[in-house]
């Protein structure tokens, strides 16, 4: 056992400087924010620096593995995660009408945060060795995978996290090379039971909300709040921002959530329009070295697994920003190492983990 | 086994998938910076406003409304305040605790706790101060002030009411407050544009406006501006910090031409009967006394009566709410001698040595009907002055049948009627002055001669009010000119508007003068009894409104057992003579003799304008 592990450092520590660097900073800009963003509640503030560091170090951990013990473990991976994920819907807690979490005692553990990394993974490992293009029975069980892991998540209910772990695994299907076919094919057949999906598949105020979107001042103080008041807070911050801990908008709770899905327009209104750039120029910067790392990864399952979950990460982003500037409705999507949260910030640590992994192993020659 | 060549193509074919995601996903992310960009730089400026918007609150403060005085600067109008008992729910813990204990200092009744129970949390969470009991006595200050310092958060606060000192003495020529309506608040508003989300009231019922009289016609002056005080707020409502203040500015008091002494004397010699009463400064056009009876208490109306009351008062057959001062229509009867005595002499029909014959009744040629005088067997041989004295009519249908009525209607408009003579009353009424072209209009009629003949004795079509009456009087006293009436006390005299002038000159106005000295002094005088009420001359000219026309005074007393067709008693005055100061117009609806009955109130009212 201590051989395996002493085996495990033996080419000395995995590791890349950029991208901990860049997390690190993220990370350490995330915690400043928070500290404004949750009224200045020191009590938060240290829990999330725990996760944070805590976080960094799991990182270092899960990048020293070889590529292969994740390829060879994807599969129990999967379904401890999966396992995780049924046993929260049956004895999970259930907060504010959603069960997600899983009580630990110590932690309220987000199941669903766990299989958005690991179902990538399995897919990765599913499909590397597989010959192009992928045949159509590969094709579904893949997708029906997908589908059903999706589908637990959303009728938790937690819309934002199974549309993630849709797309991070559509990501590695596509990636790992879809018929353009079957992806036309399967598009049309998306748009045309759109309808179906509307009146079947969505909550009522998860409708509401995509509603809202194209009319946020139709019910301003209703169901428009959310959005009305985020874009105030934004918009208000101009160019510069209102300056650390002084935003209005934040501190007088006219923001809502500002400590989670919301905390984007906390620094928009704090720090500016260049707060914002400085911000995004850091996930930009991680983005592009992900993808630097996925074009020359050694072999097609880091290619993919890289791939996959630097898109996850990206989608994240995105989903975040757009929903809290106003362009897609609200759905409940964290900030990556910015919002609270330690679900979900340390399943990013250890996807980044695993990306360096993938990235710093050379091909294991056999003697 | 996967050989090198496929092997080569799965890895360009991952590098183009991948890049195209990361191109959609670049353009996506070009889309949010452009979007934040345009809502932090493009349209900063209308977010700011958002954001400040939702971050303070404006609270505006009512003004203290002006303080109205009387023409020797006593107060009429006041401000006194009343006192509330209020606690502030966002510091109290345990709200009824803290009302056992103020219940055994102050009594508090069940709806005062009802409404304190329902409204302390909603109070506590906008931290915003609840009204515990309204108008409390001195005793429950007195026992609540010593056992204060046991209550941190209640408090006594002051507001205040409008008050009328006088408050059935002034209720038409001052007028009331009441509640403003919303459009009447949103235009008050509007013009400091403001808004209306909240008030710190200053009166103790709320926004209030002048609804009549003096409190109607200056309410801009005596309102003042409000003030507002801006809040920092949370996204409840809550209150925080005081950001700024701009004051509250007080309305400006009005110091009135009304003089308390003589409007005392008026009302307490009118007695409530139905009638009014004008008195004004002949040199500047100031009313100085106004009265419209019966009265009603203005304080009772603007501090809240009961529907009862309120109907009451509506109900009321003397309708207490009607101000017969600038609105009651009555012919001016005898009382328009003079002014159509002058117009005889301006376009020498007659001259002061013309008399004529007066048998006691005029005949018209044109159809034979016969105008009577008052007095069987009339006044013989009699002149102008004469006719004045003794109030003959047959003298001035006479005169009045040689006057062309167009002439004779533009004459007596220079006196003021059909025309509004005053600058500041509260819904005035023209009375009403015919003329050939009105009687088409309306009647659909032509003039007759008749007509002119009854307008010379002022019966018929035409209609005065007791201020038109006054105004007439005044412009007879000051030999044709004087100022526009007003209740506002003026600083400096001006120069009164001249009316009346061509043929008339100051000999006449003296011989005018004159004759009505003698209404009341000359032994053959209609006004004889008011003789020994004064002990200067007054210049005066009575009349009696025949209501119901009759031949004879048998048929007049059949008539009169009904009080509502007894002639109204009129009567004009100007004194002291030679130069009067003051004139005045009593009315008194169904008085019967406007010599005996309004004579005595216009002869009080003088005396107690000239002593």
Not at chain 2, 104 to 119: D, G, K, M, Q, T
Not at chain 2, 542 to 558: A, F, P, Q
Request: hydrophobic fraction near 45%; include cysteine; aromatic fraction near 12%.
């Amino acid at each position: 056992m201590i051989k395996k592990i002493s085996n495990i450092f033996r080419d000395g520590i995995y590791f890349d400087q950029y991208l901990f660097i860049s997390i690190t900073l993220l990370s350490a800009m995330g915690l400043v924010f928070l500290f404004s963003a949750s009224q200045g509640n020191l009590e938060t503030t240290i829990k999330q620096s725990i996760f944070v560091i805590f976080g960094l170090v799991l990182m270092l951990l899960v990048s020293q593995p070889d590529p292969d013990f994740y390829k060879n473990n994807a599969l129990a991976f999967l379904l401890i995660s999966l396992f995780l994920l049924l046993l929260t819907a049956f004895t999970g807690k259930e907060i504010n009408g959603a069960k997600r979490w899983l009580d630990l005692g110590f932690f309220t553990l987000q199941t669903s945060e766990i299989i958005k990394i690991s179902l990538p993974i399995f897919l990765a490992a599913y499909l590397f060795n597989k010959s192009l293009p992928i045949s159509l029975k590969n094709t579904f069980i893949s997708i029906l995978l997908i589908f059903i892991i999706a589908n637990i998540v959303r009728i938790q209910p937690d819309l934002g996290t199974s549309l993630v772990i849709l797309i991070a695994g559509l990501y590695v299907l596509f990636l790992a090379g879809l018929s353009w076919r079957f992806i036309g094919a399967s598009s049309a057949i998306f748009v045309l039971s759109l309808p179906y999906i509307w009146n079947n598949f969505l909550e009522p105020f998860q409708r509401q909300r995509i509603l809202t979107l194209f009319e946020p001042n139709a019910d301003p103080y209703g169901s428009g709040w959310n959005i009305t008041q985020s874009k105030i807070a934004i918009g208000s911050g101009g160019f510069q921002g209102k300056g650390y801990q002084q935003g209005s908008q934040a501190h007088l709770d006219f923001l809502p959530e500002t400590e989670t899905d919301f905390i984007f327009s906390v620094i928009a209104e704090e720090f500016g329009f260049l707060g914002v750039c400085v911000l995004l120029s850091v996930f930009l910067f991680i983005l592009i070295r992900c993808l630097y790392l996925a074009l020359n990864a050694r072999d097609r399952f880091c290619r993919l697994t890289i791939g996959g979950l630097s898109l996850l990460f990206l989608s994240t982003i995105f989903i975040n920003l757009a929903m809290v500037i106003g362009i897609i409705p609200v759905v409940g999507m964290p900030l990556p190492f910015i919002s609270k949260g330690g679900s979900s910030l340390l399943s990013f640590y250890i996807a980044f983990g695993i990306i360096i992994s993938m990235a710093t192993h050379k091909k294991l020659m056999r003697r | 086994m996967i050989d090198s060549q496929e092997r080569f193509s799965e890895k360009k074919n991952f590098f183009n998938r991948l890049i195209l995601i990361y191109v959609i996903f670049a353009a996506l992310f070009i889309l949010i910076i452009y979007k934040t960009y345009s809502l932090q730089v493009s349209s900063f400026s209308d977010y700011e406003i958002a954001a400040l918007k939702n971050k303070t609150r404006e609270i505006l403060i009512q003004p203290s409304r002006g303080i109205i005085y009387d023409r020797d600067g006593q107060i009429l109008v006041n401000n006194v305040p009343s006192y509330n008992l209020i606690i502030k729910p966002s510091f109290i813990s345990n709200f009824e605790n803290l009302l056992d204990e103020i219940k055994s200092i102050v009594e508090l009744s069940e709806e005062e706790i009802e409404y304190a129970r329902i409204n302390f949390q909603k109070k506590a969470s906008l931290n915003r101060e609840l009204i515990l009991k309204k108008d409390l006595s001195k005793e429950e200050i007195a026992k609540f002030e010593v056992r204060s310092y046991r209550f941190k958060n209640v408090f006594i606060e002051q507001r205040y009411s409008r008050q009328n000192l006088y408050p059935e003495l002034f209720s038409h020529a001052i007028g009331y407050v009441g509640n403003l309506n919303n459009e009447g608040l949103d235009k008050v508003l509007q013009d400091q544009s403001l808004s209306t989300k909240e008030t710190i009231f200053y009166y103790s019922n709320g926004f209030i406006e002048g609804k009549t009289g003096i409190e109607n016609i200056y309410d801009d002056r005596l309102r003042g501006k409000y003030g507002t005080k801006i809040f920092e707020v949370d996204a409840t409502g809550k209150l925080l910090d005081e950001l700024n203040e701009i004051p509250a500015v007080s309305g400006n008091d009005i110091k009135t031409s009304l003089d308390l002494e003589s409007q005392k004397v008026a009302f307490k010699a009118m007695n409530g009967r139905r009638g009014a009463i004008v008195a004004v400064k002949i040199s500047t056009g100031e009313i100085v006394s106004y009265i419209s009876s019966p009265s009603f208490s203005v304080n009772k109306i603007a501090n809240g009566l009961s529907e009862n009351e309120f109907k009451e008062l509506l109900d009321d057959v003397n309708k207490p709410f009607f101000d017969r001062a600038v609105q009651g229509r009555y012919s001016p009867a005898s009382t328009i001698k003079p002014a159509i005595g002058l117009f005889g002499i301006e376009n020498e029909i007659i001259d002061w040595d013309y008399k004529i014959n007066d048998p006691g009744f005029f005949i018209l040629p044109e159809d034979n009907r016969i105008y009577r005088g008052w007095k069987k067997g009339g006044h013989g041989d009699i002149n102008l002055s004469n006719a004045i004295i003794e109030s003959s009519n047959t003298f001035f249908f006479s005169l009045a049948y040689q006057s062309d009525i167009n002439d004779l209607t533009k004459h007596l408009s220079k006196f003021g009627f059909g025309r509004n003579v005053c600058n500041d009353c509260f819904l005035p009424d023209i009375g009403l002055l015919p003329s050939p072209a009105w009687k088409m209009n309306t009647h659909n009629f032509g003039w007759f001669k008749g007509d002119t003949v009854n307008l010379g004795v002022g019966q018929g079509y035409l209609s005065a009010t007791p201020i038109q009456l006054a105004y007439y009087a005044a412009i007879l006293a000051n030999k044709g000119t004087i100022n526009k009436f007003s209740f506002v006390k003026k600083d400096s005299l001006e120069e009164p508007d001249k009316l009346i002038s061509a043929n008339i000159d100051v000999s006449d106005w003296e011989k005018m003068h004159e004759s009505m000295i003698g209404v009341i002094d000359n032994p053959k005088g209609t006004a004889g009894r008011l003789r020994s009420l004064k002990d200067y001359p007054i210049a005066a000219k009575s009349g009696t409104v025949e209501l119901v026309s009759t031949e004879t005074k048998e048929d007049y007393k059949i008539i009169r057992e009904n009080e509502g067709n007894r002639d109204h008693a009129i009567i004009i005055a100007f004194g002291p003579m030679p130069n009067p100061e003051y004139a005045v117009s009593v009315v008194i609806e169904n008085g019967e003799s406007g010599g005996s009955v309004a004579g005595p109130v216009a002869i009080a009212v003088m005396n107690s304008l000239i002593n």
